[in-house]
């Protein structure tokens, strides 16, 4: 009777401490603007430096997890992408495809290509300077700005 008061209790307090009972930091990508893209994270192309940790921040300010864990006047958040800086600000970033993976590029070698994030309109793409497209966002390999102010992406396959 004790030997089975015994592993029912245990099985009980085995249960309330699994994965399932700890509570995740939240994704810092996941709070998004009126169309979809992260408010705090910078879009970037496929090849995201991974990070996988968690990050204490405020707005868009984030810095690494101190041993005593997150200031009070900062929350805890997730990234799964992510840079640090040498001043150890950390910068959550967001993966976007790429631009020649779903469209149709020309194919050419350009002198000074520049890689960037592209928002993509019915009227051509341009270069995203930040982090509010209200297009489609893309990543482009090898662009290049046009007189017209849109960007043309080259395939450098």
């Known amino acids: 009777m004790i030997k089975s008061l015994i592993l029912t209790s245990l099985a009980f307090l085995t249960l309330g401490t699994g994965p399932t009972s700890t509570i995740q930091a939240p994704d810092r990508c996941g709070e998004v603007n009126a169309v979809g893209y992260p408010l705090y994270c910078e879009l970037t192309g496929p090849d995201a430096p991974w990070w996988d940790d968690e990050v204490c921040c405020s707005g868009a300010k984030c810095v690494e ?7 009070d006047d900062l929350q805890k958040y997730s990234c799964r992408h992510a840079e640090i800086d040498t001043r150890g600000q950390v910068t959550c970033l967001f993966e976007v495809p790429s631009y020649c993976d779903d469209h149709s590029c020309p194919a050419g070698f350009q002198p000074q290509p520049q890689s960037m994030v592209i928002c993509c309109y019915a009227e051509g793409c341009f270069d995203s300077t930040d982090i509010y497209c209200y297009g489609d966002a893309y990543w482009c390999d090898s662009g290049v700005s046009n007189l017209d102010g849109t960007v043309t992406c080259f395939d450098q396959e």
């Open 65 to 71: 997890v101190g041993t005593a864990g997150c200031p």
